[in-house]
């Protein structure tokens, strides 16, 4: 979980001001759902210990975290890695079952990783090559420390994924990631789809990237070189971070909106909100109207925590007997 939000909220607030909340009648299936639990689940074994520090079998039982989905599927991490000065923590793994090579993607751990701490509030953006001939706006203002974790990442998951894609030429790529994770994993699904890759991209809790380029970038390259799924829980605040204005933070669209605090999520819960760059519906509209503040002691924060069961419960810490 996002743990510092309580210390840097002051960086991401502005103004006070209501959104208001805009309501979908389009839902998602059965097997989106199933589909959506499943890469929660390789977010949340992107938490434990021993899948970002070793290769082999991935399970997160023994961390303390929940992934059932993954370990039946006898899913294994090639590649464990921390990466570059921002010591971004991830794996790339391979699932037979589900003929899959997921690369996932660790969010922010303060007590285990103090570093992610100044990749969160890195919230000065810089023109960046990422989105090609396509930065026609704000020449790709990305946030700077998701970038800089996504460049430290690149250099382990790039030759790993092509790697995978040599023994594994049928499988489809996935990145996902939770929170700090969500962003970073989505600006390696860009770096990849960009290196002629075809990746299908799953967020869960991600906050804002930068601005209009990239926010419609990623949406342009869907379908054709991926699919997006960007996934959002009730009130969360993580997502409605930065603040869209000032400053014209954006994300790309469609979000697929979890519509209630807490419960078992049935497919009629999971809204999908549609547009670009900006829409007041879904998690945007979830705002109290009286500040982020308000909005984290309304749920915020606890509602960042939850998609599909406790994302992030699996410990960090290394075993003792390690």
Not at 18 to 27: C, E, M, S, W
Not at 317 to 322: E, N
Request: charged letters at 15%.
């Amino acid at each position: 979980m996002w743990s510092l939000l309580l210390h840097v909220a002051a960086l991401y607030s502005v103004g006070i001001h209501a959104a208001p909340l805009v309501q979908r009648d389009n839902t998602v299936s059965a097997s989106e759902l199933a589909t959506f639990e499943l890469f929660a689940q390789y977010s949340g074994a992107a938490y434990c210990f021993d899948s970002v520090h070793k290769n082999g079998t991935i399970s997160c039982s023994s961390g303390g975290g929940n992934c059932p989905l993954v370990e039946s599927a006898n899913a294994s991490v090639l590649n464990a890695f921390q990466a570059g000065s921002t010591k971004t923590l991830g794996y790339v793994a391979v699932d037979p079952t589900n003929s899959l090579i997921v690369c996932a993607i660790q969010g922010t751990q303060v007590s285990t990783n103090p570093v992610n701490v100044l990749t969160d509030v890195d919230i000065i953006r810089s023109k960046t090559d990422l989105c090609g001939d396509a930065n026609t706006t704000d020449g790709c203002l990305v946030h700077d420390g998701f970038h800089n974790a996504m460049q430290d990442a690149a250099t382990v998951v790039l030759p790993a994924v092509q790697a995978a894609l040599q023994e594994y030429p049928d499988y489809k790529v996935i990145t996902t990631g939770h929170s700090l994770g969500a962003a970073v994993s989505a600006l390696l699904g860009t770096l990849l789809r960009n290196n002629g890759i075809v990746v299908d991209m799953y967020t869960f809790g991600q906050p804002k990237l930068g601005e209009v380029d990239i926010s419609n970038y990623i949406q342009n390259q869907a379908p054709s070189q991926g699919m997006n799924y960007r996934v959002t829980h009730y009130n969360d605040i993580v997502p409605q971070l930065p603040e869209h204005e000032p400053g014209d933070w954006d994300h790309y669209y469609p979000e697929f909106w979890i519509d209630i605090g807490n419960g078992t999520v049935t497919p009629a819960n999971i809204k999908v909100v549609e547009g670009r760059l900006f829409e007041t519906g879904g998690n945007e509209g979830a705002k109290t109207g009286l500040g982020v503040l308000a909005d984290i002691a309304a749920g915020g924060v606890t509602a960042h925590g939850e998609y599909f069961g406790a994302i992030s419960a699996c410990s960090s810490s290394p075993p003792a007997s390690s």
